[in-house]
């Protein structure tokens, strides 16, 4: 089962200033420190975490759902899937609505869930033909789209139950999320012990950590998958959204959407945000990439390339609102989906409908497939090593 019919059915390169050159990351800094100022004038004492009952699955496991609030932001997470439920930002006017899709009851996510808010792994993105090769073993994986294995497979870690805490820290608060996925767990060799931390700082911010340890050779490329409407969850589209991400090149696909293995430049095509431009302008595009894609559903290879600490790659506007979000990783790679293949199939969290368009989504990661492309950045973690990848998302409006 693919996107498409799961939908229908229910480093390389050279450091490089990020976001179009020196001014547009200096200006870019700058409102983030306006932002963490007017974040210090606000009340002390006012994050918060609790947990109630979200819903119990049909083998009798409770599900948790989280709120933790801090910096004008409230998050709500569930215990399956450590899925987003709900992100609430305020707007220019300080008015808060949620900007995440989803569901309003556990068997949305259950039964149609198009990956809403969820953890991915253990890899993200596809992988070609459901298979790869690691130290002379092929593995192979489910195939759940098309001919591909995409997620994880078909019960990836969007579909298990974590362990959830919730924690203060300082003035931060926030959530760590365990899951041990068990050695050939849909396919994968190796113990796989991982850690994610989703923290709200006071300053508006929103970081993920992800960490993970195995006992065997295997491959690892974590993820997650909120798709956003910083208008608003079901108010409309997201093509006017203006969006500029940090990539002078990105990796073109076949019919089944798996890298051919090209770096090809972005200049000259619809995949050039460079400098900001609306989703919408190109998006009807009859480039053969956009035809496979029904949309943007591309990985973008980050002119920072992979990097130690998060670096400033994406940064997106939208106009009626005020509110913009910036994102910073470690990754060096970020897949831009424009929500294609919601087909209006099934209503959200505010009971409306979800169509083409509605929601987008930037999964910081490695490139898609990296484990049968020898040429991409490696996503194989051995015993003795700990992977590491950070996600920043800075919220504030202009």
């Not at 203060?168 to 113990?191: F, H, I, N, Q, W």
């Not at 994610?196 to 508006?204: I, K, S």
């Not at 302008?281 to 496979?292: G, V």
Request: aromatic share 10%.
């Amino acid at each position: 089962m693919n996107r498409r019919t799961l939908i229908a059915g229910a480093a390389l390169g050279a450091v490089a200033p990020a976001i179009g050159g020196t001014n547009a990351w200096a200006a870019g800094e700058a409102a983030t420190a306006r932002q963490t100022a007017d974040a210090r004038h606000r009340p002390a004492g006012r994050s918060k975490v609790s947990k109630e009952h979200f819903g119990t699955l049909e083998d009798g496991t409770k599900v948790d759902i989280w709120t933790v609030s801090n910096g004008g932001i409230t998050l709500k997470v569930l215990s399956y899937g450590g899925i987003v439920q709900t992100l609430e930002l305020p707007d220019r006017r300080g008015r808060r609505v949620n900007v995440s899709l989803g569901f309003d009851d556990l068997a949305g996510y259950v039964a149609s869930s198009p990956y809403f808010g969820a953890l991915i792994g253990r890899y993200g993105n596809r992988i070609a033909g459901g298979k790869f090769t690691l130290d002379g073993r092929t593995h192979q994986l489910p195939v759940n789209d098309g001919p591909n294995s995409l997620h994880g497979g078909d019960r990836g870690f969007d579909k298990r139950v974590w362990a959830v805490e919730g924690f203060k820290a300082g003035s931060d608060a926030g959530l760590v999320l365990r899951y041990t996925s068990a050695d050939g767990e849909m396919g994968y060799p190796g113990t796989l012990k991982v850690k994610v931390v989703y923290t709200l700082t006071a300053d508006a911010r929103w970081r993920i950590d992800y960490t993970a340890t195995t006992d065997k050779a295997t491959v690892v490329n974590l993820t997650n998958h909120t798709y956003f409407n910083l208008r608003g969850e079901g108010d409309g589209g997201i093509y006017d959204h203006e969006v500029q991400i940090a990539a002078r090149r990105y990796t073109p696909v076949g019919s089944t959407l798996i890298p051919t293995g090209e770096l090809a430049p972005v200049a000259g095509t619809p995949f050039d945000f460079r400098s900001a431009k609306t989703i919408g302008r190109d998006i009807r595009s009859a480039h053969q990439q956009i035809l496979y894609g029904q949309g943007i559903d591309h990985n973008f290879v980050l002119d920072k390339g992979r990097t130690a600490a998060p670096e400033h790659i994406v940064t997106v506007t939208e106009p009626v609102s005020g509110r913009v979000m910036r994102i910073a990783t470690t990754e060096p790679g970020v897949q831009f989906y424009t929500g294609n293949f919601l087909t209006g199939a099934f209503a959200g969290s505010s009971g409306r409908v979800y169509r083409q368009g509605d929601g987008f989504c930037l999964e910081t990661q490695h490139f898609p497939d990296s484990p049968n492309q020898p040429s991409f950045p490696s996503t194989v973690l051995r015993p003795g090593q700990t992977y590491r990848s950070t996600t920043v998302h800075s919220f504030g409006t202009h």
